[in-house]
């Protein structure tokens, strides 16, 4: 699979140096993304995963996730704090000392994005929103987003993948299945595409 090298050490840069930088959010937010979109590092890499329509939760919930980011010797983390709700899902991402390196916000209206100063605009925060449902979103709110594009998702034995023909694109995985809220404790998200793995482990939750 084709995929921009230099776009993804880019990205795993720009995440680095949020947790080791500033991170003051700067004033303006990203355009926007479409349910139905693609990312173009997606598009180049030939991987099609689209975004479900907005649903608000069963239930509104708060978690603590501890996030560790891998693409060859590349490595970040941060701490993040996930609110979802009927207005929101609402992601902010925070450095070592605390600070806000990122805030994301997906709702019927769409998703906008602030990021720390001096984040370059190859880190894309609608990548970061697709992470987090392609982790935990309902397998058929998948399915159903992607059923024309020639991708398919299945799920068996702890194991979350998204295949085309042969080939699996995106598999994830999620240990022992134990949950904190609704959400399960540990997942790990290999995306051989991108070329990147994310670990993460929810340590603490409010519902």
């Given at each position: 699979m084709r995929l921009s090298r230099a776009l993804a050490v880019i990205?795993?840069?720009?995440?680095?140096g949020l947790t080791l930088g500033g991170c003051s959010t700067g004033?303006?937010?990203?355009?926007?993304?479409?349910?139905?979109?693609?990312?173009?590092?997606?598009g180049e890499a030939?991987?099609?995963f689209v975004l479900p329509p907005w649903t608000p939760p069963a239930q509104p919930f708060e978690l603590q996730q501890?996030?560790?980011?891998?693409?060859?010797?590349?490595?970040?983390?941060?701490?993040?704090?996930?609110?979802?709700?009927?207005q929101a899902l609402h992601l902010v991402a925070l450095g070592p000392l605390g600070g806000r390196?990122?805030?994301l916000?997906?709702?019927?209206q769409g998703l906008t994005a602030a990021m720390a100063i001096g984040v370059p605009d190859a880190v894309q925060p609608e990548r970061i929103l697709?992470?987090?449902i392609m982790?935990?979103?309902p397998l058929e709110a998948l399915q159903e987003a992607t059923k024309s594009t020639g991708f398919v998702w299945h799920e068996d034995g702890g194991v979350r993948r998204l295949s085309k023909g042969a080939d699996t694109i995106v598999t994830v995985h999620y240990g022992d299945r134990e949950r904190i809220g609704p959400w399960p404790q540990q997942a790990v998200l290999e995306n051989k595409a991108l070329g990147y793995t994310i670990e993460a482990q929810t340590v603490g939750g409010d519902q």
């Open positions: 990205v795993f840069a720009g995440m680095i004033p303006g937010s990203r355009t926007p993304l479409a349910e139905g979109s693609e990312t173009a590092s997606e030939g991987l099609v501890l996030l560790v980011g891998r693409y060859g010797a590349h490595t970040f983390s941060f701490t993040t704090q996930v609110r979802y709700d009927a390196a990122m805030d916000r997906w709702s019927g697709k992470d987090v982790i935990y979103w």
